[in-house]
């Protein structure tokens, strides 16, 4: 009944994985086309002066989006770097695609540039797709249903008892305060075993095998039986389940999530290190805003160039339009003089 991740791993860039063929670039300025930077730069730099005034209008709206993009990010790298363990710059992260994704008026997709980005973060290889992230989520979920032998009672039920002789015991039936003082030891060494071997099936992927980490090293080090309590499953239809693409980063939205339902604490986060997180905070969004700063420069050129020529061609067709009204004047005096 477990959902394992399907092997090859991530063949549909739709959603949100990666792809072993690049994607069709497309020149039009119509609509938005996945493209890198390089290619963005290249085009403005290539734009001809004709080219530049015919599309005058759609290169100034370019910029004023641009602008409000950079401004955009800027917010967001205040919080990023304010952020405080992995789990909160997935969040953030995973907050600044789904607003980026929204930016339907550019010629180019910006979410597809911050996804160049990760991918080149080789130590995140490979990322998990929407569906993938979904199931694992899922599998989870089954997870809690597990039982612990001895008492014939699941991990989740065992939890909640576990959680209410924490903080009220005074609640408790005394047959459910037997079941967590006589079994302790009995269903923390089932709870370590099932996410040990849970954790195992998802080695593979760094995202998981990093969240998994997070679960095992809760329950070793602090015995806590809370996190079965956290609807696991339902992760797979929250935070955005419809936004598709770098589905991945809502990993930090769940984790947050759990926290501030004490299912977990972020101590049980900062016991298990996501690699490449130091690169997610300060190099993801300052490489992005960057090349966006970049292209905005090129777009103001070629404005600027449209606007002097069109003030060149006017002068010009001034200067022509006076010097002929004298050559006019000019050869109706001559002809009357002659006659």
């Keep these: 009944e477990q959902s394992p991740l399907r092997d090859p791993l991530l063949l549909d860039t739709n959603e949100g994985g990666t ?16 493209r890198t930077a390089r290619q ?10 004709l080219d530049c005034i015919l599309k005058e209008a759609d290169l100034a ?31 953030c992260l995973h907050r600044v695609c789904v607003e980026m994704e929204r930016v339907r008026s550019l010629s180019f997709d910006v979410l597809a540039l911050l996804e160049v980005l990760v991918g080149e973060l080789d130590c995140l290889q490979p990322l998990p797709s929407a569906d993938e992230v979904d199931a694992f989520f ?34 408790l039936l ?11 030891h009995e269903a923390r060494k089932c709870a370590s075993t099932n996410l040990e071997e849970f954790g ?9 095998d990093w969240l998994c980490n997070v679960l095992i090293a809760s329950m070793r080090d602090r015995n806590n039986f809370a996190l079965f309590t956290y609807q696991w499953a339902s992760s797979a239809t929250h935070f955005k389940p ?14 947050l999530s759990a926290a501030d339902t004490e299912c977990i604490c972020d101590a049980d986060v900062r016991s298990s290190e996501l690699e490449c997180a130091h690169e997610l905070q300060c190099e993801v969004l300052p490489s992005l805003t960057l090349q966006l700063k970049e292209l ?11 606007v002097s020529m069109k003030n060149h061609m006017t002068a010009t067709a001034v200067t022509a339009g006076i010097t002929l009204g004298h050559m006019l004047v000019q050869y109706i005096f001559n002809a009357k003089k002659c006659e």
């Design 40 to 49: 963005l730069v290249d085009i403005e730099n290539s734009r001809s002066t």
């Design 296 to 306: 905005r420069t090129l777009l103001q050129t070629n404005v600027d160039r449209s």
């Design 19 to 34: 792809c072993s063929s690049p994607p069709k670039l497309s020149m039009d300025l119509g609509t938005p086309h996945i």
């Design 61 to 91: 709206q370019q910029l004023q989006i641009l602008d409000f993009v950079v401004s955009r990010l800027g917010d967001h790298m205040k919080r990023m770097d304010s952020a405080s363990g992995e789990h909160c710059v997935l969040s």
């Design 138 to 171: 899922e599998d989870l979920g089954r997870l809690q249903g597990n039982m612990i032998p001895e008492i014939d009672v699941d991990l989740e039920r065992f939890g909640n008892i576990w959680f209410m002789n924490k903080n009220h015991p005074e609640l």
């Design 200 to 208: 195992e099936r998802y080695s593979r992927v760094p995202v998981f």
């Design 174 to 184: 005394d047959e459910d305060v037997r079941i967590v003082t006589d079994w302790l």
């Design 242 to 255: 419809s936004f598709r693409r770098t589905r991945w980063m809502m990993l930090g939205e769940v984790l």
